[in-house]
């Protein structure tokens, strides 16, 4: 890549919660969740936004609607967005965020309004305190970096069964060392940073995890290369690591 050629997004956010980009049949797409400070007697009003960015230059929004708490967004092949908030998981068509196709060509397209999710799944007990979040692979589980009294946790969730969860990392882990996670197996091997080495789990199984590996070499950032033969692990001031991957 000609990384001479990088250049800003003419996009302005006011407080940045959360934002992922995804390829889709409709182009490149990047989804902020954001936080804008009204009055200092009004709490901040949250809002999600999608932009198809067709080029750095060429960015136009695509549909924004408020939201009631922080929240991370996903995109699934079968044209679905997962929206992830600590009470509830919300499942909207992609499509019904676009305006729809007129049938003549000298009509505007109709933007929608009050797009409603197919379905919603509220998330049971305790609140999470939900600092990021990512998807597997195989989109079946949703990893996420909770606070919890003070002490940084990994909580994933089944996407299919919302009730079926587990907790892991009792290592030391920066939300640095969660953001350079990785998956290899298609999404059965889960490579976590931690301060206290690098540690390997066989996510195959929410119910049956396990930890079946460990590198005592603490890491920031690891991942899967040469189509999951290869892994490197980046060690900050010590360089980058590549070895085999024998599992």
């Known amino acids: 890549p000609d990384f001479s050629q990088l250049q800003t997004l003419p996009l302005t956010v006011d407080g940045l919660v959360s934002w992922s980009f995804f390829s889709t049949k409709r182009g490149d797409i990047l989804a902020i969740v954001s936080s804008k400070v009204v009055s200092a007697k009004q709490p901040a009003r949250l809002s999600l936004s999608f932009y198809q960015l067709k080029s750095p230059q060429d960015v136009s929004l695509i549909y924004t609607m408020p939201r009631s708490e922080p929240s991370f967004v996903f995109y699934v092949p079968s044209d679905q967005i997962i929206v992830l908030s600590a009470t509830k998981m919300e499942l909207y068509d992609w499509n019904s965020f676009w305006p729809d196709e007129p049938l003549l060509e000298d009509i505007k397209p109709k933007a929608p309004t009050n797009v409603a999710p197919d379905e919603v799944v509220e998330i049971k007990g305790a609140q999470l305190d939900m600092i990021a979040a990512k998807i597997s692979p195989n989109f079946d589980k949703i990893y996420t970096l909770v ?3 003070g002490q940084l946790k990994i909580h994933i969730l089944n996407v299919f069964d919302i009730t079926q969860s587990t907790d892991i990392a009792t290592d030391p882990v920066t939300p640095t060392q969660f953001a350079g996670s990785s998956f290899a197996k298609q ?4 490579i976590l940073p931690t301060q206290n080495g690098t540690v390997f789990y066989d996510m195959t199984s929410l119910a049956q995890k ?3 590996a460990r590198w005592k070499q ?4 690891v991942d899967v290369t040469n189509g999951g ?7 900050g001031v010590q360089g980058v690591y590549c070895g085999e991957l024998l599992f």
């Open 210 to 212: 396990r930890e079946v």
């Open 187 to 190: 999404g059965r091997l889960f």
């Open 218 to 221: 603490p890491a920031y950032f």
């Open 229 to 235: 033969q290869f892994i490197c692990a980046a060690l």
């Open 147 to 149: 606070n919890a009294e």
